[in-house]
C-alpha cells in the first residue's frame, strides 16, 4: 500500500496497490506515481487528527454555508480511489488540460461524487453530496492536486479522494496558519493538545516520462509546518538514552518525558526526477532520482526533570556521575538526502529508500541552553574544557536520539511526530512513494487496446 522511506519506519517493502506503468490517450507514452500520498492510510491516530484539522479548516475557510460538513469522516476517504481520466471527463477536461485549469470548488466536489467506484462507503458519498450542495463559490488550482508533463491523459490511474479533498482544502486555505484545540484533535499519550498547522498544497499525483522532474510543493519552502503544545502523560514517555563517545564517556540514563512539550517542526518539499521509465514483456520497472530536504524540529521551552546517569557510567574507562535536568532547548536538524529508487512490477516488491541506516534518522542537534548538565567525574580525572562541551553535546544528543527512535513505540516520533506528519503524507524520513497503474490492462497497453513498446 504506502511504503515510508526505509530505514525510520522500519518499512522495507509490501505489495503495492496497483501497477507502474500507464499508457497515456493518443499513443504517448507516460508513468504515474503518488508522492506523499494519503492511499492506503488508516490508524485511530491518523483518523482523530485529520477529522479534526479538516474538518476545522472548512469552517475556517467558509468553504461552505453548512457546517455540518465539518464533521464528516475524512479519514475514511483514505481508502477510496478515483479514476483519473473519467474525473477530468466529468469536468470536460483530459487530464493534461485539467492540470493546468482553475475548477469551481463544487463543480469539483460534485465531479468527484459522480466517479465514485462501487462499494464507496456511504459515509465517503454523503460527505462529498454535502460538499458540492453547500460549496461556496470558491476555486481550487488543479496544478496543486495533480501534476502531469506528458501529452494525454493516464490509463487506468487512480487518484486517491482524500488527497483531492485534502489539497482542495489546502489550496483555498492558502499559507494562513490555523490554530485548531483540544475540542478538535488528540492524541492518546497526550492531554491538552492544541497547534497551529499550516499545510502547503502539492500534487499527490504525478504523470510523467522519463526526464521529467516534480516537487510535492512548489512556490513554498515548506510542506508542513506545526507548531504544537501539549502534556505528555510522563509515566508512558520512559526511555533508556545510551551515550557513548569512544575513549571518553560510556554511559545510560533513564529518560522521563517533560510534562509540557512545546514543539515546531517543519518538513522541507521533495524533488523527485523520473530518472528512466520502460515497459517490456510484461515487467514494468521506474528509477527515480529522490531527493528530501529533510526537516527542522525545535523543541523549546522543554523541562526536563533532574535525572542521574545509571550505575555503570563511565568516563574514561572509570565510574563516573552526570548529573542533568531542566529547561532544554533543542533544535534539531533531520537530514534528508539524496537516493536513486527503482521500482518494478511484478513483482510488486517496494525497497527501501535508504535515508537511513537505523531506526533513528540522522540528525544535527544544537541547543541554547543545556539546561543543567553537571558531570562528576572519578577524582583522580581531570577532564579539559572541550572534553566537558563533547560530553555535555553527547548527553544532549543521547536525548534527542530516545526521542526519535522509531523501534521504540512510545516515542516522540511515534506518538507525536508521525501522526502529524501523516498528515502531509510523510513522516519524519520523508513521503511515502506509490506505483500507479492499471492490472487489467496490463504493462504496454493503451485504452484502445494497442500494445506499443514504451521507453522513457
Not at 508513468?31 to 494519503?38: A, D, R, W
Not at 563517545?245 to 517533560?258: C, H, K, N, V, W
Request: proline share 4%; charged share 15%; with cysteine.
Amino acid at each position: 500500500m504506502s511504503f515510508a522511506f526505509g530505514g525510520v519506519t522500519g518499512v522495507d517493502s509490501g505489495r503495492a496497490e496497483r501497477r507502474a506503468v500507464a499508457v497515456l490517450d493518443g499513443g504517448v507514452s507516460g508513468y504515474c506515481f503518488k508522492v506523499g500520498s494519503y492511499t492506503g492510510v488508516q490508524g485511530a491516530l491518523f483518523a482523530t487528527l485529520v477529522n479534526g484539522i479538516f474538518g476545522r479548516w472548512g469552517e475556517f475557510n467558509s468553504m461552505f454555508t453548512n457546517s455540518t460538513v465539518s464533521y464528516v469522516d475524512y479519514a475514511a476517504m483514505a481508502n477510496v480511489n478515483v479514476d483519473l481520466v473519467d474525473l477530468a471527463r466529468q469536468l470536460g477536461h483530459t487530464v493534461r488540460t485539467l492540470s493546468e485549469s482553475t475548477v469551481d470548488a463544487g463543480s469539483f466536489f460534485r465531479a468527484l461524487h459522480a466517479v465514485l467506484p462501487a462499494g464507496t462507503p456511504t459515509s465517503v458519498a454523503n460527505a462529498l453530496q454535502g460538499f458540492f450542495t453547500y460549496a461556496r463559490p470558491k476555486t481550487i488550482r488543479m496544478g496543486n492536486v495533480i501534476a502531469v508533463t506528458s501529452d494525454g491523459s493516464g490509463a487506468g490511474v487512480t487518484v486517491n479522494v482524500l488527497d483531492m479533498v485534502a489539497n482542495a482544502l489546502k489550496d483555498v486555505n492558502g499559507s494562513t496558519q490555523r490554530y485548531v484545540d483540544s475540542n478538535w484533535i488528540s492524541l492518546p499519550l497526550m492531554t491538552n493538545l492544541g497547534g497551529g498547522f499550516t499545510l502547503a498544497p502539492g500534487a499527490r499525483q504525478f504523470c510523467a516520462n522519463a526526464g521529467d522532474s516534480f516537487r510535492t510543493v512548489t512556490g513554498e519552502a515548506s510542506q508542513l509546518t506545526v507548531s504544537t503544545n501539549g502534556n505528555l502523560k510522563s509515566s508512558d514517555f520512559r526511555f533508556t538514552a545510551k551515550a557513548r563517545i569512544s575513549g571518553l564517556l560510556d554511559g545510560s540514563f533513564d529518560i522521563e518525558a517533560p510534562s509540557n512539550f512545546p514543539m515546531t517542526f517543519t518538513i522541507r518539499p521533495t524533488d523527485v526526477k523520473v530518472v528512466d521509465a520502460t515497459c517490456e514483456k510484461g515487467v514494468e520497472t521506474m528509477s527515480f532520482d529522490v531527493s528530501s530536504a529533510g526537516s527542522t524540529v525545535e523543541m523549546t521551552g522543554t523541562y526536563v526533570d533532574y535525572q542521574l546517569s545509571k550505575a555503570g557510567t563511565t568516563i574514561k574507562g572509570k565510574p563516573a556521575q552526570i548529573r542533568f535536568g531542566g529547561n532544554m532547548r533543542f533544535f534539531v536538524n533531520v537530514d534528508g538526502g539524496s537516493v536513486r529508487y527503482t521500482m518494478t512490477a511484478p513483482p510488486y516488491g517496494v525497497a527501501a529508500l535508504p535515508f537511513g541506516d537505523s531506526t533513528v534518522p540522522r540528525f544535527d542537534a544544537s541547543s541554547t541552553s543545556y539546561g543543567y548538565i553537571e558531570i562528576k567525574p572519578d577524582a583522580s580525572l581531570t577532564l579539559s574544557a572541550a572534553e566537558e562541551n563533547q560530553i555535555k553535546s553527547e548527553v544532549r544528543d543521547a536525548i534527542v536520539r530516545a526521542w526519535l527512535d522509531t523501534s521504540n513505540p512510545n516515542s516522540i516520533s511515534n506518538q507525536i511526530m508521525n501522526p502529524i506528519l501523516a498528515l502531509a503524507g510523510t513522516s519524519v524520513n520523508g513521503p511515502t512513494i506509490i506505483l500507479d497503474g492499471d492490472d487489467e490492462r496490463g504493462c504496454g497497453s493503451g485504452p484502445d487496446g494497442g500494445v506499443p513498446a514504451l521507453r522513457g
